[in-house]
């Protein structure tokens, strides 16, 4: 399967804030993280993907298909997610989303047949039929997935699905998530703030930060492995008011290597080569401490919000990002 | 037919036959008018609770009953009387029926759109094939028909009731369709003005109110003029009936009866001439555009 969203030189202005900046980005098949701080930009992207608000400048397609003069024939396509609660409490899950079937074009017995298959997907059995006033959040957000997926689009759009979620409830909404693109075949577009989240679901992250693109890699190099070691020691067996750290930072320091502290007792040691592993063992030894870590340190992406700046710094602005 | 040899040996097997697993959707998809007439259908059914709980029936069912079983008591009495002339008309019966109108339309046109603003469901329906014009378009002719449902039921009984009393199968035909026409016109105007308050509020009890309150308001205000203006004479003088132009209720009644030409006495409510009748032609179709436009307006912005 092709490209299924391509944006070239996207721009929304309002009259007071420009929401998105020249977005250019690529979506292939698969799980796709967009992230963003709150007003990054994710949900203007979104109308503007469903052809529901027209862009200030730029052009894109979704399926192919133009998002300016297509948008009817894209939103038969995809599904969209809403955000927030968009569900009347007085009708069932049944009721609604055969209506939300039938507002995509399903005819009416079809539209019958996939809501019962969907509802079941989706984990819900015979709660379904009764009025949706009295669901929990999570059974509310299975629904608002259900009539996103009642038509069987090529495309998802999930605006936020694990808002709300106690641990459990968002642990199985990134599994439905997941099995959205692999037992269904179904492409998605997930946006979220919670960046772990996305580490575990996403094979591919879209990371914008004031309507411009900062990044967009595979989940995998956002968290590969750093050229930098985690060093822990236990405390010294005899001498318990030593600082069993500062030593090992000295004699590390000694032997030519750069040492960090990150946090209280976990020492961040620069990789050289492979004699660095080594001296570390050595050292730790000769000062007869246990080691208790001493391993390769991976990426977050939590870290490309925290040091927003110095990226910018290194790569030369925030549109060449994509490139590191 | 006979079964395919898969077919029998799965159940020869006993074994599970349904696939569990996720099909895909190989049908039809037909697209923005068919979507439009399912929200339209589905308005339709809301506007009588139907598809939603008991409790929500309660009200417009009770509102469907009323005019019906007032019309049936008509029309047996008449019936029973072995009456010769019927004890009231078409539209009379329209204008008896009123304020039950007025109560349908104010509870009802909020299910219609502010329960969908209130539950944000409107950005469901459009990130669907249909536009915004067309959710409007389905919503008005939704409320529309279901106003015309309350009304043109009670006309029918009437009718049905004039014919088995044997009174005059012309006349009764004729009058009918009057009263279908003006039944159709309180229906457009009516839901033209229920459906741009409710799209104003996502709150259903402040449409409710306001509904009412401008139904009502507007009546009373024709008839203190009215009355101001002779109305309250024997022989009320031509002037006082441009009152009626305050009040969509009056307007509609005054329209009907100087057109089809029920006036009996001066004290029927009626366009005073023909070039009133026009102007009041004109008040009645430029209201209804005028609402339907602010309603499409205020969608456009969502």
Redesign the interface.
Known sequence: MSTVIATDGLTKRFPRVTALDQLTVEVQPGVVGLVGANGAGKSTLIKIL?G?SPATSGTGRVLGLDIATEG?AI??R?G?M?E????????SAT?FVV??A???????A?ARE?TA?IL??VGLYEERYR?MGGYSTGMKQRVKLA?ALV??PQLVLLDEPTNGLDPVGRDEMLGLIRRVHT???ISVLVTTHLLGELERTCDHLVVIDGGRLLRSSSTASFTEATQVLAVEVTDHPQDALADPDAAVRERLAAAGLSVAMDGSRILLVEIKDDSTYDTVRDTVADLGLGLVRLEQRRHRVAEIFTQPADRAERTGGPADASVS | MHPSPDARTAAADGGVIHN??????E??????G??TR??YQ?SLRAAFGL???GR?KVLPMVVLALPLLFALVVAAVQIFMKMEKPVLDYTELLDGIGVLTWIFLAAQAPVLLS??LR???V?????????RADYVRAKFAAMTSAMLIVTAGPLLVLYIGALLGRMDFGHHTVHLLYGLAAALLYAVLYSAIGLLIAASTPRRGFGVASIMGVMSISAVIARIVYALAGGEWADVPEKANWAAMLSPSWLVNGFTNQVFGLVTDSRVVHAPGAGAAVLFGAEILLLTAACYWFTDRRYRKI
């Open positions: 469903l529901l009817a939103r038969e995809v969209y809403p927030h609660d968009c569900l009347p409490p007085d009708v009721e209506h939300m039938r507002m995509a074009g399903l005819p009416a079809a996939r298959d079941r997907h009025p009539q038509h069987d037992d269904f075949g | 569990i697993g996720y099909r895909r959707y049908g039809p998809r037909l697209g923005r068919y979507a399912s929200l589905q598809g939603r709980s929500s329960r969908d539950h944000h469901t950005p469901l329906y459009f990130s669907r094939p249909i536009t």
